[in-house]
């Protein structure tokens, strides 16, 4: 990871995201068309925030860390652009699912 993207730091309970990109080819190279190809609904967690608040002022840790594979809601999160590259922020409540590495 390159500058901008090292000193980003999400806040409080936020969950920065890089979706997965979706397959535009087959495995033979066949070109699918755009239409066609159905959205990605999994990402890469690339930063995660210190936790959320409770009214007594704990933290609760966040319960995934950088380098998880979660399932994201179809709409929803912050479009955030880094180094070129397009990252999204979800609050960690919003994600759907944590994949487990098998």
Do not use: H, W
Not at 19 to 31: C, N, S, Y
Not at 87 to 97: G, I, P, V
Request: hydrophobic share 40%; proline share 6%; net charge neutral.
């Amino acid at each position: 990871m390159a500058g901008a993207l090292k000193k980003f730091v999400p806040l409080f309970d936020r969950v920065l995201v890089q979706k997965a990109e979706a397959l535009t080819r087959t495995a033979k190279g066949i070109l699918i068309p755009e239409k066609s190809v159905p959205k990605v609904l999994t990402g890469k967690v690339v930063a995660v925030g210190e936790g959320a608040r409770t009214d007594a002022g704990t933290t609760i840790p966040p319960c995934v860390t950088v380098g998880d594979e979660v399932m994201l809601p179809e709409f929803g999160g912050t479009k955030v652009t880094l180094e070129e590259k397009d990252y999204y922020l979800f609050r960690e409540s919003e994600l759907l699912a944590k994949m487990k590495n098998e």
